[in-house]
């Protein structure tokens, strides 16, 4: 075959004088010869194209193996931090080192952060995400002076994309609403989160009124009880008593100091997943604080 793809008949019996006749004979020639040379040339240009392409976009945005810029950055004062880019994002790594959710956008900073549409993902306190962001602006919205980390790309980073992950959760303390005399307590997972309940305080003040209240921890789907763990001792009129439930605890006790002590096995609790009290004899003067709740908070 010749170089310019075409086979050449030849015989090893030809005389070399002959095997170059063969050659020429098949060889193109004239207008021919320009059409093969034009088609091999606007290949080796297009090819040339797509690699000066590449190069040019990196020279352009100063970057090195397709990173625009990565870094550690504190949300400033209004909970933003933005970016702008010479050539458009592919993909953006954003971890969330704060106690609050984070709003990331693939437009420039607006009056707080947008609630919902296109380029936006929310990444929940203490987890991480690649998120395919095509654009020339990043945007991070979330809670004055929190750290985020950010590393920008020029392309899309498969398979991990549009993955949100945490490794261990946040350990999160938090105190609950406070109910009206004569209410139980009641404290609900938001959507979207998971706890693992850790622990649980609270205070119960009871009214002169005579009668022996009986408090329980319950919790339920927001239908069906899981579980309910009755306290170590009843409270009788006119006292206040301090409830503290912890998982794994092992024991109950009731100590001289009015602290009840109680234990329930350790939990994940979905969204919609409630905390709750439920006494026996409560009268309508007796009155619940607002609960402590520590927990580890998954996304």
Request: net charge neutral; charged share 15%; with cysteine.
């Amino acid at each position: 075959m010749n170089i310019f793809g075409k086979p050449a008949t030849i015989k090893a019996t030809d005389s070399p004088a002959g095997q170059r006749a063969a050659i020429a004979a098949k060889a193109p020639s004239g207008r021919e010869l320009q059409n093969a040379l034009a088609t091999e040339l606007l290949d080796a240009i297009r090819k040339l194209d797509a690699t000066s392409t590449e190069l040019i976009g990196q020279l352009r945005g100063g970057m090195t193996n397709s990173v625009l810029q990565a870094g550690l950055y504190a949300l400033n004062t209004d909970g933003i931090w933005s970016g702008g880019f010479r050539v458009p994002m592919g993909s953006v790594y954003v971890a969330n080192h704060g106690s609050g959710d984070l709003t990331v956008s693939g437009s420039a900073p607006g009056n707080g952060a947008p609630q919902q549409g296109i380029s936006l993902s929310r990444i929940p306190a203490g987890c991480y995400a690649v998120i395919n962001l095509a654009s020339a602006n990043l945007t991070v919205y979330g809670n004055p002076g929190e750290y985020v980390s950010l590393q920008v790309f020029a392309k899309s980073q498969p398979p991990s994309a549009g993955l949100i992950a945490s490794n261990a959760g946040v350990v999160t303390t938090a105190v609950g609403s406070n109910p009206a005399a004569g209410a139980e307590i009641s404290e609900t997972v938001p959507a979207g989160e998971q706890w693992e309940l850790l622990a649980v305080r609270f205070t119960l003040v009871t009214d002169a009124t005579v009668a022996t209240r009986a408090p329980s921890l319950l919790i339920d789907d927001g239908t069906n009880t899981i579980l309910r763990i009755a306290a170590a001792s009843t409270q009788t009129a006119s006292l206040t008593v301090a409830y503290n439930w912890m998982a794994d605890l092992g024991y109950e006790k009731t100590s001289a100091s009015a602290n009840v002590q109680g234990s329930f096995p350790r939990l994940t609790l979905l969204g919609g997943y409630r905390i709750r009290t439920t006494t026996g004899a409560m009268v309508a003067g007796d009155d619940y604080g607002a609960p402590v709740l520590h927990y580890r908070r998954f996304a």
